[in-house]
């Protein structure tokens, strides 16, 4: 358990802790995610801050955070009146032992050595323990020595970790390979296949930083093609379901068309070798190749998948590392 120092956060400083308020911080929030994430910012990314950027400039943020009565999920730090640092921290979807979520721990540049991401990460430890959570996981570059030192010093532990792939805009796709398994459309009652071959592709204990659970993998369903059509989005998915050992594959692949670019949700058993692979792959290109468009996929570190993949023009963009920190 981390022994994390009592932070004085006032709501109103012209140097040090205070809790976000939205409607003030979120433009410069933005511009110092963009900023010190620059090298990480895929076509997922960079739709995230221009969504962001459009509600701070709207003033679209829900009314419910205009209040400063309600506890702050999120901190920034303050130097000569402007944002040089944030955090936030949100509640682990359907965590049943009580877990948060830490995202967007960024320091500007020029104030990077200055103690202030151990400040802002004592603040987000102390937020845990006062809402009575048992653990709080995040996401970190596997290479950023720098941060790792930091969140291992607080008592972080590595969980495992996930490839992050990017697949440029403008290459050709090769025909897909005839599939002779059996692959079927997904429906809303698989989800408990999709989570179950979810469970045995990721570390019990890294689940719970992805957030893993059946509610992520209820393709087919009208209310989910609704939300899709209505987001921009179009979604396919199928399952490969080999006798009684229950799925041995997953692919989902999604289409922005407002943002034009693909996402793949790839899920494979890890016993499955290089021709599961290809076939994963085969059925994701078959509804892909319509456009030249970018693809992005994060997926297990399972060897054979990752060198398929990279045979077909993905370059891993950033490994990410799974941190988890327990408050017992």
Not at 26 to 46: A, K, M, R, S, T
Not at 83 to 107: D, E, H, K, M
Not at 258 to 284: D, K, M, N, T, V
Not at 290 to 298: D, F, G, K, M, S
Request: glycine share 8%; net charge positive.
């Amino acid at each position: 358990m981390s022994t994390a120092i009592r932070v004085q956060v006032k709501h109103e400083v012209d140097s040090g802790l205070r809790p976000v308020n939205p409607l003030r911080d979120l433009l410069e929030i933005v511009d110092l995610i963009e900023l010190g994430f620059q090298d990480e910012l895929d076509p997922q990314g960079l739709k995230m801050l221009k969504q962001m950027r459009r509600f701070a400039r709207q003033r679209m943020w829900p009314s419910i955070f205009h209040s400063n009565v309600l506890d702050p999920q999120g901190v920034v730090w303050i130097e000569d009146g402007h944002v040089v640092g944030n955090l936030s921290i949100r509640r682990a979807a359907f965590s049943q032992y009580s877990g948060w979520l830490i995202g967007n721990v960024v320091v500007h540049p020029d104030y990077r050595g200055q103690h202030i991401g151990r400040a802002l990460m004592d603040y987000a430890i102390e937020w845990v323990l006062d809402h009575q959570g048992h653990w709080v996981g995040l996401e970190v570059r596997e290479d950023n020595k720098v941060a790792r030192n930091l969140y291992e010093s607080l008592g972080f532990e590595l969980v495992g970790t996930t490839l992050h792939m990017l697949r440029p805009g403008g290459l050709r796709w090769d025909r897909p390979t005839e599939d002779a398994t059996s692959w079927r459309s997904s429906r809303p009652e698989d989800n408990k296949l999709w989570a179950r071959l979810a469970k045995v592709c990721y570390d019990l204990r890294q689940q719970d930083v992805l957030e893993i659970r059946p509610g992520l993998y209820s393709f087919g369903s009208w209310s989910r093609k609704l939300d899709r059509w209505l987001n921009g989005q179009n979604e396919w998915a199928w399952v490969k379901v080999r006798g009684q050992t229950g799925a041995r594959a997953g692919v989902c692949v999604r289409l922005d068309r407002r943002y034009r670019f693909y996402q793949w949700g790839l899920l494979l058993h890890p016993q499955e070798g290089e021709l599961g692979a290809l076939e994963s792959i085969s059925q994701a290109i078959s509804v892909t190749r319509r456009a030249r468009l970018p693809v992005i996929t994060i997926v297990p570190a399972h060897p054979e998948l990752v060198t398929a993949l990279k045979t077909i023009g993905f370059g891993v963009h950033r490994s990410l590392a799974q941190m988890l920190l327990h408050l017992e």
